[in-house]
Every structure is written in C-alpha cells, then in structure tokens.
C-alpha cells in the first residue's frame, strides 16, 4: 500500500524515546488525526458514540443549555457579532449559542475554522439549514488555531466589530495549554472580544475517565494513523492510560514490522507504543491560574458532577 509520507516524516522526525527497555514513538498531534476524510468521518462517529455522548457530549451541552442565556447577556455588546467557531467539527457544539443569539441580534455571522475541510463543510451545511445568522465561506476557514489573528481581523469590520471565539468539546486540551492560549489570546480583543473553553477537569476518578475512553470508536479512528503507513488492526493493540497531567491514547505493536517509504526505513520491534494523542487534565485551579495570564475576567461553569466545565474569558 501507499504509505502517508507526512505520518512517516513525523516518525522519523521524532524518532523513539525510551521508558526502561520499552521504545515509545510520540506522534501525538492533531494535524494528522485528518488526513482524509474517513479520518475525520471517524471522529464523528466517536462523537455519536453512547459512550461520548454520555461522558463528554451530553456534560458540555447539558452547561450550555442551563448557561447559554446568561453567557450572551455578558457577551453581546453590540448589535452585530462574529462567531468563530475553532476546531468546529460538524457545528454541533455552536448550536445553543447561535440560537440564543439569533432571538436576540439578526446581525450574526458564524466562521466555522478547523484543520479538516471536510469538517468545515459538515458544519457550514448544517449551520446554513438552521439559519442561524449568515455563514461566512473564505480560505481561512481551512485552518489551525495559529491563523487566528488573521480570521480575526479580516471577520472585523465597521458593523461587525466584535468576535465571540467558541473552542469547545475539550479542543485545548489537545495541547500543552500555555502552548495553545498564547496563540489565542493574541487574537482577541481587550474590549470587545470573548472567549468560551469547553474542557475537561481533573477529578479524583480522571482514571476511570482514561479507561472509558478505551472505546472501540476511539480505536477506529486512531487506527488509521497507522494504517496509513503500513501497519493491520492485528499488528496493533489499543490502550488508554492516565500519567498526570494527561491521558494519553497509544498503540502496542504485537510483532515486528518493517515500513518503507522510498530509500527510508523504519523498523517497529514487538512490544514498542506509539502515542497518537493526549489530553490534558488540570484542576479548576489549575485552569484559572493559567488562564490569569492571558484574561483578566475568568468565569467558570462546571458540570453537576465536577467533571466537565464551560470557561468564559476576557480580557
């Protein structure tokens, strides 16, 4: 088969550490969790899953739905408004938020920014038959979180002067937080702009949080880094784990391959793990200081059971 060459090149950049005889391969980085799109079809299906829906969907929606009036009042200040949506997915997670504010201004443009254009496409056809405000189309909607500057002052204009950043569904916690929050916080405004984090806290059950995401939809979509690149589903086994302060999802590789992409090589002996992606976990307090450093206004809304939390930012 065709092998990935990005995948491959990012093995090869990383190379391998050791944790006692054991060789781990960290490849644990969003950008290639879409390659194509199966791989981000995958994830959908991971987000329609009972399991998510039960442990991360349904909290998040369930803070929205009992907030999201109150979260527009303090946010709306103006007649007009941005909504970038980062890491959008299909769209789903905007939904309570540009109802809400759709009774309340009809002067409401939603930007959909994710690293999948197949994504993007999934959340501007669903976003359009709600009718929530207008849907704005434009190259930089294909994007990382690094271009945020960019989408933030093209969007702005003289009516609609001010942004409302959603990054929600645990999206930063993909990241080292301070790594992720700089780039963000440079986008928006000191005056005009807020900012709304979907995250996951770390609670004293965070490992049976990392054992329930060992779920066979997560395994289909992390797979296909690897099947990319020459690897079956029987050369790998799946595993989650908790080493604070993340959980890390990472494959066990059962016998020994060989994958070639032109005159390179890399060899995978039995036993080796290759780590395909973390998420971190931090304390409420933990957040807030962090966050102290970019925002001044840091307020949180937090799950029924602790484990869950929407985070509005300003600075």
């Known amino acids: 088969m065709q092998v990935n060459d990005l995948i491959f090149k990012e093995l090869i950049k990383r190379v391998y550490s050791l944790e006692g005889n054991t060789r781990v391969w960290n490849i644990a980085d969003s950008k290639l969790w879409y390659l194509t799109p199966e791989q981000a079809q995958a994830y959908l299906d991971v987000e329609d899953s009972k399991n998510y829906q039960g442990s991360i969907a349904d909290l998040e929606m369930d803070i929205l739905n009992k907030n999201v009036a109150r979260i527009i009042t303090k946010v709306l200040n103006g007649e007009a408004i941005n909504v970038i949506d980062i890491g959008c997915g299909d769209g789903r997670k905007a939904i309570p938020l540009l109802a ?35 849907v704005i189309e434009f190259k930089w909607n294909i994007s990382d979180f690094d271009n945020l500057e960019n989408v933030s002052a093209l969007l702005r204009d003289k009516q609609y002067r001010q942004n409302f950043f959603l990054f929600l569904g645990g999206t930063v916690t993909n990241f080292e937080l301070h790594e992720v929050m700089h780039e963000v916080a440079e986008a928006v405004d000191k005056h005009l702009d807020y900012l709304l984090l979907g995250v996951g806290l770390r609670t004293t059950k965070v490992e049976d949080v990392a054992k329930k995401l060992k779920t066979t939809e997560f395994n289909n979509f992390f797979s296909k880094i690897l099947t990319q690149i020459g690897f079956s589903r029987e050369d790998i086994e799946f595993g989650t784990r908790y080493r604070e302060p993340r959980i890390e999802w990472f494959y066990t590789i059962k016998r020994d391959v060989l994958i070639e992409l032109g005159e390179k090589e890399i060899r995978f002996n039995e036993g080796d793990q290759i780590l395909v992606a973390v998420t971190y976990r931090y304390t409420k307090e933990e957040f807030n200081k962090a966050l ?22 300003k600075k």
């Open 100 to 134: 809400e504010l759709s009774k309340r201004t009809k002067h409401l443009r939603y930007c959909p920014v994710d690293i999948s254009s197949y994504m993007v496409s999934k959340a501007i056809q669903k976003i359009k038959a709600l009718k929530h405000g207008e």
């Open 292 to 313: 102290k450093y970019y925002f001044e206004k840091v307020e949180f809304f937090v799950s029924s059971d602790g484990s869950r939390a929407i985070i509005l930012c």
